[in-house]
């Protein structure tokens, strides 16, 4: 930070409480004392961002551009607070007049910018590019209405828009705007900035643009609107329902759109500095997350040929140099393809590039299936990311070998030097200080503050793994989150929760290789079990978060499922005292921050091989949850990292997975026929219990497809699994042993840092 920002911030800072008086006095004339908590909430906004206002930008000569579709940032207030330094003093300010601080951050409106693990990462990335104090900016777009705001009724998923846009939001309209062509339609982009405080460092920006002509009124009834008036509705919802033609061509008018901007904002940059654009790569890096702004790469080529007067060729060498792609799965779905007849459609003006870019490709090599436009003219997103990219990273060290291997062998064997692998991370400081003040501020006491920066400085607190003050200390702040979840959950769902009880939580993106279907047959065994007399020693209570795509029909049923059993299970006076199940309603990053500081067991059990990374997994260790999952994604890690005694895994490895799919040679209906206890399970959920609570059809759709499909083999691990997860149940009882689990799992959080992710991203691909 420069000497004159840092004096302008250390001089509002030493007056934060005049500087606070002087706005209650400004905008409700009346002294902070006697402000409502809502106005309270609305100084803390004004006076929060003239402290941003005054922060240092992060600035360099090169910068990266990370291009997401989504950044799910959560709640903004508390965060920035934290990380320009001025929570714990704003709270003694809020503390005289008898305020809450943390209650009036429940004020704060998440801004519903994202949906799950690619958006929560993205914004992980953009904290930790602004604590490193790297150049660096996220460019997405600004969601009036997200993904969906979830509700349940009848005991199935509802949607409704997620209004969160207001004036106390920390979004800010900027003069910039563009002009973006479809063909020969035109619609003009606004850019928005939201500002990221880096801890105790500076500042960068998330640059989000919006339609200007985006007309909020097309939403006419829950999240249905006209998905053919373009012009209208480009920016209010994120994935629309793609199941017709016209959510298809809306998914692609909207990722163009994004790209446009992305790309028009990169050059617009390089004017302003003078730089000479055939010098492109030395001063800007785009990192494309995930395919969805795979366009901005022909968008660029196409910028530097028409606008600049390159030759086709030098365009893509540049573009070449400037772009990276990560990649976040193997799964078919999100590998995107689209027709080239919709893209001719959307944008004909990248049709001449996107074939330019094939025909290099053929001419290269022989092989078809690393063609980008394969035989039936479907563009391939990724592979055009792959070609025309310097870097192509995975997520985790399993994912990344997977896709050397199997699902991308075929690029891997003509670019080996591009393929690395960037293991995610998190913000460890809002998985902690915010949303675990109490664990944060005894590991300060035991550790120092070292670990605030650097977060392998945790594994100092493996020195206390013998010590039984320190083990009951973690033991008992686990307690008071339990306590306070079991709270807010009766406030808000209104289902009372035994604290006592183990807390065992699922809460990640609802789908079907997450497998939230096979913690559903446990709990219909576990069901059955108590029903006979066979009690668990200690109270259990199943915890699950998810939305369903409004299209993914079994995703719902599986919704469906969990919310039916919620109804029988807490209504049993034979069962209800010794176990509870609950699903929380529109569950989202404020509510994972009650969720995880809570957790006992942390439920990741996808399908081996699916998962690419997972991020929950890291913020529930670090918070002192023990794993039960497979050996997938970023779990593998987890599991090197604690050892075989503090982490519980099963189900079949992702070799095996692999060639069960390779061979075909998976057949859920054997498994069913040959276990009693996988058939009682399954034949449950079109129980009369269940036909009574449920609806049939869903119901009996997700039994059928149990039966007759099972693509992500819930069947194959379902007995392993409920043989560890017992006898994780059974090793809670142990409680000197379970606590010493909890410390090493947060001693080893350390290295799932976000800075760490970041700092390997800026040495191996950005080198800023």
Known sequence: M????????????????????????????????????????????????????????????????????????????????????????????????????????ELDTEPSLGN?????????????????????????????????????????????????????????????????FFGKKKVTARMYDMVIAGYDSGVCKMRLFDLESVDESLVKRGITFDKTAVKKNLTLFLYPDDSDEAGNLLRIYQEYFLSSCAAQLIMQQMREQQYDYHKLPEHAQVQINDTHPSLVIPELIRILVEHKAFSIDEAIDLVSDVCSYTNHTILAEALETWPMRYIKKVVPQLVPYIRALDERVRIRFDNPKVRIIDSKQRVHMAHMDIHYSHSVNGVAALHTEILKKTELRDFYELYPKKFNNKTNGITFRRWLMLCNPELFSYLTELLGKGFHKNATKLKKLLDYENDKKVLDRLAQI???????????????????????????????????????????????HKYLEIRRGKTPKRPITFIFGAKAAPAYVIAQDIIHLLLVLQEIINNDPKVNKHMKLVMVENYNVSYAEKLIPACDISEQISLASKEASGTGNMK?????????????????????????????????????????????????????????????????????????????????????????????????????????????????????????????????????????????????????
């Open 478 to 524: 686990k307690q008071h989150n339990k306590v306070k979840l079991a709270e807010y959950i009766e406030e808000k769902e209104g289902v009372a929760l035994n604290p006592d009880s183990v807390f065992d939580i699922q809460i990640k993106r609802m789908h079907e290789y997450k497998r939230q279907q096979m913690n559903a047959l446990y709990i219909i």
């Open 620 to 768: 529930f260790m670090l918070n002192g949850a023990v794993t039960l999952g497979t050996e997938d994604g970023a779990n593998v890690e987890i599991h090197s990292l604690v050892g075989d005694e503090n982490i519980y895994i099963f189900g079949k490895r992702a070799d095996e997975v692999i060639a069960h799919y390779k061979n075909a040679d998976y057949v859920s209906r054997d498994f069913y026929r040959n276990s009693k206890v996988i058939r009682e399970a399954v034949d449950f959920i079109t129980s009369a219990k269940c036909l009574k609570a449920g609806n049939k059809k869903r119901l009996t759709r997700l039994r059928d497809e149990l039966l007759n499909k099972d693509w992500f083999m819930t069947l194959l691990d379902l007995e392993e699994y409920i043989r560890v997860k017992d006898k994780a149940f059974r090793d809670y009882e142990k409680r000197t042993a379970w606590k010493q689990k909890m410390l090493v799992n947060i001693a080893e959080a350390g290295y799932f840092s976000s800075d760490r992710t970041i700092r390997d991203y800026n040495r191996d691909i950005w080198r800023l």
């Open 116 to 180: 799950g693990g690619l958006g929560r990462l993205a914004s992980c990335f953009m904290d930790s590019i602004a604590t490193l104090g790297l150049a660096g900016e996220g460019v997405g777009l600004a969601w009036h209405f997200g993904l969906f705001k979830q509700i349940f009724k009848n005991r199935e998923q509802r949607t409704a828009k997620d209004v969160w846009m207001n004036a106390d939001s920390f979004l800010r309209r900027t003069d910039t705007t563009f002009d973006v």
């Open 2 to 105: 420069s000497k004159h920002a840092s004096l302008q911030r250390d001089i509002l800072i030493l007056n934060l409480e005049q500087q606070l008086e002087n706005a209650a006095k400004k905008q409700f004339g009346k002294p902070l004392a006697r402000c409502t908590d809502k106005q309270i909430y609305q100084v803390l906004v004004g006076v929060t961002n003239d402290l941003l206002s005054v922060s240092e930008p992060c600035a360099g000569e090169k910068k990266v551009y990370y291009i997401s579709m989504e950044f799910l940032i959560g709640r903004l207030l508390i965060n920035n607070l934290i990380n320009l330094g001025v929570y714990e003093k704003v709270r003694a300010i809020l503390e005289k007049h008898g305020r809450d601080l943390a209650e009036i951050g």
